[in-house]
């Protein structure tokens, strides 16, 4: 039997006869359009892809304990607009948690709730007890984590936005043919 009548029985198709002139070779099986669409995630998507001790990148460890405020801020904008290019470092989201931080030392709590949709939005495992407490015991490092998981969601997730027109952008009207006299 020949390597393509053995390759079409292993693929579960009936092996050809010696009289047929033209031989076929087996197709190659389709892969699913999700395959095709998402790219791989390292560990399970109900799961953090980064751990808790993940201080990278030092960019974002340095925010993280130095302004906090903007590492979240960052995270918040980038969930909003995932090419970041309408980005804006003071947000809503920075100053509310930098003031609820300086005024009464409860950012944490802006913080956890931040987590908590996150965590909705991708499908994470996990309670609001759990982000309680990350976030109140471990609120750099839980910074740094979110940020890092919105970073690598997003690059996982295939781009669905196309081409956006530029403002004021638009075809001219046409014009005359042109008749040499």
């Not at 791989?40 to 980064?50: F, G, M, V, Y």
């Not at 690059?155 to 014009?175: C, D, E, R």
């Amino acid at each position: 039997m020949t390597t393509p009548e053995k390759y079409g029985q292993e693929q579960g198709q009936a092996p050809m006869s010696q009289n047929h002139q033209q031989q076929s070779y087996a197709q190659p099986l389709p892969m699913a359009a999700n395959q095709q669409a998402h790219r791989h995630l390292e560990k399970d998507q109900s799961e953090w892809q980064t751990g808790i001790c993940s201080c990278g990148p030092c960019s974002s460890c340095l925010l993280a304990w130095c302004l906090p405020c903007i590492l979240l801020g960052q995270t918040s904008e980038r969930l909003r607009d995932p090419s970041m290019q309408s980005a804006d470092m003071l947000n809503s989201d920075c100053l509310l948690y930098g003031a609820i931080s300086c005024f009464t030392g409860c950012g944490w709590i802006y913080a956890m709730m931040k987590r908590g949709e996150i965590r909705e939005q991708y499908g994470i495992k996990g309670s609001g007890c759990n982000d309680c407490c990350v976030s109140f015991w471990c609120s750099c490092c839980a910074l740094i984590q979110q940020d890092n998981e919105v970073k690598i969601r997003q690059k996982a997730q295939p781009v669905m936005q196309g081409y956006q027109a530029q403002p004021n952008m638009q075809m001219p009207p046409p014009q005359p043919a042109y008749h040499p006299q």
